[in-house]
C-alpha cells in the first residue's frame, strides 16, 4: 500500500475514532450520565481533538483481516485510545514529566488543576473497561477476554509497570536488556493489545490470535524505537521538553547507545520481520504491513 493511501486511511478512521469518542465522552453516554461537567470537560480535554489514533486504527485492520467490521472493533479502539489518553494525562503531571503542552495545547493539569487532572486519567482509564464490557456485537466471551487482557496490559505487568521501572531509570541507569523490557512494557503492551484485540473481536483462531499478538509486539518494539529517534533528529527548537529532561536525567535510548545508523537498519529488521509474520494473510494483510512500516518511518 503506497504511504499516501495509508496516511488517507489512518486520517479516516481518526475522524470516525473522533466521532465514537464524542459519543462516548458525552454525558448523554450511559456509563457518564450524572459526572460532573468539569470533570467530563477535562477527560475530553485529555481525549478529543488530537492524536494520529495509531492503536484504534490497529484494532480496527487486525478485526478486518478476520472479516469483522469497523463498528464491531470501535468500541475495543475507543476503549484503548481511553487508556492511552490517561497515559499521556498522568505522565503530564507535575509527579512525572511535569510538561505544560499535549498534541499543541496546554496539558490538562495547566487547562484545569492538578487533582482535576489526576480524576479524568481515572476516569478515562475505568471507562475502558465498561466501553468493552458494553459492545453488544462483540461475543460475550470474547468481551470478558478483553477486558481481562487489556487489565493486563494496561496495569503492573504491562504499561503502568512500564512507567514504574522507566522512573527507576532514575535512580540506577538500566542496561539494554532491561531498557528493552521496560519499553515493551510501557509502550509495547497497548500497541500488543491493539494487533492482538482485533483477532479477539473478530473470533479468530489462537494460532492467528498468537500471531497477531506477535506481529503487534514486533510493532511496540519499532514504535518506541522510532519515537526515540524521532527526539534524537529533532532540532533543539523542536526537541520535546520530556526529551531533554530525560537527556538530563541520564535516561539512555538504543539510538544513544547504538547510534542512528543502527537503529535506522533495527527498524527495517522490525518491518520485515512484522511484514513476514503475516505473509500467509496475502493481500489481506495490506493495511497492517503498511502500519508497520508507517510506525518506523514516521515523521511524527
Ligand atoms: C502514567 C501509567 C502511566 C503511563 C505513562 C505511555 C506512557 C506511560 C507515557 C507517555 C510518555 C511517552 C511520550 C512515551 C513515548 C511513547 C508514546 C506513548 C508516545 C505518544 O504516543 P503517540 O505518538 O501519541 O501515539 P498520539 O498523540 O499520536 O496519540
Known amino acids: 500500500m503506497a504511504p499516501s493511501r495509508f496516511d488517507a486511511a489512518l486520517q479516516d478512521a481518526a475522524l470516525r475514532m473522533e466521532t465514537t469518542f464524542a459519543h462516548a465522552l458525552s454525558e448523554a453516554h450511559p456509563l457518564l450520565s450524572g459526572a460532573p461537567e468539569r470533570l467530563l470537560a477535562a477527560m475530553r480535554h485529555g481525549a478529543l481533538g488530537g492524536g494520529k489514533r495509531l492503536r484504534p486504527f490497529l484494532v480496527e485492520a487486525s478485526a478486518a483481516l478476520f472479516g469483522a467490521e469497523a463498528a464491531h472493533?470501535?468500541?475495543?479502539?475507543?476503549?484503548?485510545?481511553?487508556?492511552?489518553?490517561?497515559?499521556?494525562?498522568?505522565?503530564?503531571?507535575?509527579?512525572?514529566?511535569?510538561?505544560?503542552?499535549?498534541?499543541?495545547?496546554?496539558?490538562?493539569?495547566?487547562?484545569?488543576?492538578?487533582?482535576?487532572?489526576?480524576?479524568?486519567?481515572?476516569?478515562?482509564?475505568?471507562?475502558?473497561f465498561g466501553l468493552v464490557a458494553e459492545a453488544e456485537a462483540i461475543e460475550p466471551a470474547a468481551r470478558l477476554r478483553l477486558v481481562a487482557l487489556l487489565s493486563r496490559e494496561a496495569g503492573a505487568a504491562g504499561m503502568a509497570g512500564g512507567q514504574a521501572l522507566d522512573?527507576?531509570?532514575?535512580?540506577?541507569?538500566?542496561?539494554?536488556?532491561?531498557?528493552?523490557?521496560?519499553?515493551?512494557?510501557?509502550?509495547?503492551?497497548?500497541i500488543a493489545f491493539a494487533a492482538e484485540s482485533g483477532a479477539i473481536l473478530a473470533g479468530a483462531p489462537e494460532a492467528d490470535r498468537a500471531r497477531l499478538r506477535r506481529f503487534g509486539e514486533i510493532v511496540g518494539?519499532?514504535?518506541?524505537?522510532?519515537?526515540?529517534?524521532?527526539?534524537?533528529?529533532?532540532?533543539?527548537?523542536?526537541?520535546g521538553k520530556a526529551t531533554a529532561k530525560d537527556a538530563a536525567r541520564g535516561k539512555k535510548t538504543l539510538p544513544a547507545l547504538h547510534g542512528q545508523d543502527w537503529t535506522r537498519a533495527e527498524l527495517e529488521r522490525l518491518v520485515a520481520e512484522a511484514e513476514a509474520l503475516l505473509a500467509s494473510y496475502g493481500d489481506k494483510a495490506e493495511t497492517l504491513k503498511a502500519a508497520a512500516r508507517f510506525v518506523a518511518f514516521r515523521d511524527r
Do not use: N, W
Not at 540506577?172 to 503492551?189: F, S, W
Not at 518494539?221 to 526537541?239: K, V
Open 73 to 128: 472493533a470501535a468500541p475495543v479502539g475507543a476503549a484503548l485510545e481511553c487508556i492511552h489518553c490517561y497515559s499521556l494525562v498522568h505522565d503530564d503531571l507535575p509527579a512525572m514529566d511535569d510538561d505544560d503542552l499535549r498534541r499543541g495545547q496546554p496539558t490538562v493539569h495547566r487547562a484545569f488543576d492538578e487533582a482535576t487532572a489526576i480524576l479524568a486519567g481515572d476516569a478515562l482509564l475505568t471507562l475502558a
Open 167 to 190: 522512573l527507576e531509570a532514575e535512580r540506577q541507569a538500566l542496561d539494554e536488556p532491561a531498557i528493552r523490557r521496560m519499553q515493551a512494557m510501557k509502550t509495547g503492551a497497548l
Open 221 to 239: 518494539l519499532a514504535f518506541q524505537l522510532a519515537d526515540d529517534l524521532l527526539d534524537e533528529t529533532a532540532d533543539a527548537a523542536t526537541l
